[in-house]
């Protein structure tokens, strides 16, 4: 009996892991990160400098975490536009990669104030799945 506890408490643990990972993920990117999610992917960033503003430069350090049994990543792709005027940014961000899904975005600028949507393209296995958060500057 107590043999089959130990089993069973091992397979939920398992059964748990990538949950686990997710909720952990950018814990290394310290103070001030952001999180956006969707059902495979969890992706934290923390922008330099923050907080952003208007005309402003900046760059992202980013982590990108599996979720249930999804497949490493093995690339990002980050941009930024404006919904609401149909319109992006001037600029093109450029990604580097950092091992362990890390990354690091810069070239960013938002022109304008109003609602951003930051879309980030995570490429894993053929596949890529968009996961998007919305920022507001003033």
Do not use: K
């Not at 952990?24 to 999180?35: D, I, M, V």
């Not at 059902?39 to 350090?61: D, K, N, Q």
């Not at 690091?104 to 930051?118: N, S, T, Y």
């Amino acid at each position: 009996m107590r043999a089959m506890r130990g089993v069973a408490t091992l397979l939920v643990t398992l059964a748990n892991f990538p949950s686990a990972v997710a909720a952990e993920c950018g814990a290394a990117l310290g103070a001030g990160s952001a999180r956006a999610e969707s059902e495979r992917y969890a992706v934290a960033y923390r922008t330099e400098p923050a907080p952003l503003s208007v005309g402003r430069a900046f760059a992202m350090e980013i982590q990108v975490c599996a979720r249930r049994q999804a497949a490493a990543p093995t690339g990002l792709r980050v941009d930024a536009h404006m919904p609401e005027h149909r319109h992006g940014m001037n600029y093109r961000p450029t990604v580097a990669a950092r091992g362990e899904g890390r990354f690091r975005a810069e070239g960013f600028l938002f022109h304008m104030p109003g609602r951003w949507q930051l879309v980030f393209d995570v490429d894993a296995s053929g596949r890529r799945e968009r996961i998007t958060t919305d920022l507001s500057l003033e």
